[in-house]
């Protein structure tokens, strides 16, 4: 005997606002990779605590661009929102310096960038410090190919105390 009941739709309005909901979110997770991202390929790191040289020897023109890691002591203040806050203030009054040790009579390059323009990829904190990474130095420049001693020199603002800091270097085909 056939059932008598009429045949049951498929069309949920609940799965297709989930739906909805996950593709945008996807979407707006492309799109912050794509700002906050690294641009480029990991070529070195400078430490610049310990102000060494990173050697790179690049095949043809290439732009560098640089993402800052560091561990700050916030000491008594610890890691409120408040001290938070500050520490960020301190960061974008932080300047970086990197520079391209060139043979005698070449031209010098360098560039001279915040250390911190309110973006960073992650941050984790204690009682008394902050470790943010991923800071996209909104610095760049473009190197020849050739031999090239990349050296860093940042100006701390002051009553930062940073234990740790090292600058990402990355490098992308330069735009002519």
């Not at 970086?96 to 010098?108: K, L, R």
Request: neutral net charge; proline residues 8%; contains cysteine.
């Amino acid at each position: 005997m056939a059932d008598p009941s009429p045949p049951r739709s498929s069309k949920n309005p609940a799965g297709a606002i989930v739906a909805a909901i996950v593709i945008f979110g996807g979407i707006i997770a492309a799109l912050a990779s794509h700002t906050l991202g690294p641009k480029g390929e990991r070529v070195g790191e400078l430490d610049l605590v310990k102000a060494s040289p990173v050697p790179l020897e690049l095949p043809s023109p290439r732009t560098l661009n640089f993402r800052l890691d560091v561990t700050v002591v916030t000491g008594k203040e610890g890691s409120s929102r408040s001290a938070r806050d500050a520490l960020y203030e301190k960061l974008a009054a932080s300047t970086i310096t990197v520079s391209d040790t060139v043979p005698q009579g070449s031209p010098a390059r360098a560039a001279t960038c915040a250390a911190f323009d309110g973006k960073s990829t992650s941050a984790s904190s204690s009682s008394d410090e902050v470790e943010i990474h991923g800071i996209p130095v909104v610095c760049a420049f473009t190197l020849p190919a050739g031999h090239h001693d990349l050296t860093a020199k940042v100006s701390w603002a002051k009553d930062l105390q940073v234990r740790s800091a090292a600058l990402e270097v990355r490098s992308e085909p330069a735009r002519e």
